[in-house]
């Protein structure tokens, strides 16, 4: 089945850099796409969402960039600090289809070195 | 203004018991999400409730696994017969009314079958 994935699974940025999180889907009927933040033992933090009729979006600090051509959705953390160490985890979903069951990717593991 | 609580956070059961996990959805929310997460994996949909009523399950195992969201009181996620494969960690989102694509997740049960 078609299914959201990840490009890549670790991420290492040095405190201050830009750090950004690639996901690829497959799916051309979804239309709205969340990221989530999950630090370990905890359940996912809702961090920003785009839906298909925009191609970026800003939130504080954080920008969601989505290129439906090529089915891509990236997220991009300005000046990253030690507190955005956690999992990444990029969802989809498809309104109109009688559910609001969220799809999720694998997710990226990011470590940000002090 | 309290989020969304799990309840037990850490559950051991030995093979062949039952499990009873138990998801009380933010204050005003009436829609009420079901996931597993695998280790080092993202999460899966299990199933989609509003008060008394299941309105997706498609992600629910045929056998063994069951829920429910009455009327009043927690909305529980039911495993009879446990076996080493249903240890995971179980996360609940809620969402409310004209908001139910963004879902605002628990701190997650982690289920261990010994």
């Known amino acids: 089945g078609e299914s959201v994935g990840l490009h890549l699974p670790t991420l290492s940025v040095q405190e201050g850099d830009n750090s950004i999180i690639n996901c690829a889907y497959s799916n051309s009927a979804s239309d709205y796409f969340i990221w989530y933040k999950q630090e370990s033992g905890k359940g996912p933090q809702f961090i920003i969402d785009i839906r298909s009729n925009m191609d970026k979006r800003q939130g504080q600090r954080v920008t969601v960039l989505l290129n439906k051509t090529v089915k891509h959705l990236s997220l991009q953390i300005a000046a990253t600090q030690p507190g955005d160490s956690a999992v990444y985890f990029c969802?989809?979903?498809?309104?109109?289809?009688?559910?609001?069951?969220?799809?999720f990717g694998k997710g990226t593991k990011l470590s940000v070195i002090p | 203004n309290a989020g969304v609580m799990q309840n037990p956070r850490h559950l051991v059961r030995r093979r062949g018991q039952e499990a009873r996990l138990r998801c009380s959805p933010m204050k005003g929310h009436s829609h009420v999400y079901w996931y597993r997460q695998l280790p080092e994996e993202g999460l899966k949909f299990m199933v989609y409730l509003q008060k008394e009523n299941i309105i997706d399950e498609s992600g629910m195992p045929k056998e063994r696994f069951s829920a429910e969201f009455p009327k009043e009181g927690p909305s529980i996620l039911r495993i009879q017969q446990v076996v080493r494969g249903d240890s995971a960690a179980y996360f609940c989102?809620?969402?409310?009314?004209?908001?139910?694509?963004?879902?605002?997740f628990g701190p997650g049960t982690r289920l261990t079958v010994t």
């Open positions: 989102a809620s969402s409310g009314q004209g908001e139910s694509y963004e879902q605002y």
């Open positions: 969802a989809e979903n498809i309104s109109g289809a009688g559910s609001y069951q969220l799809t």
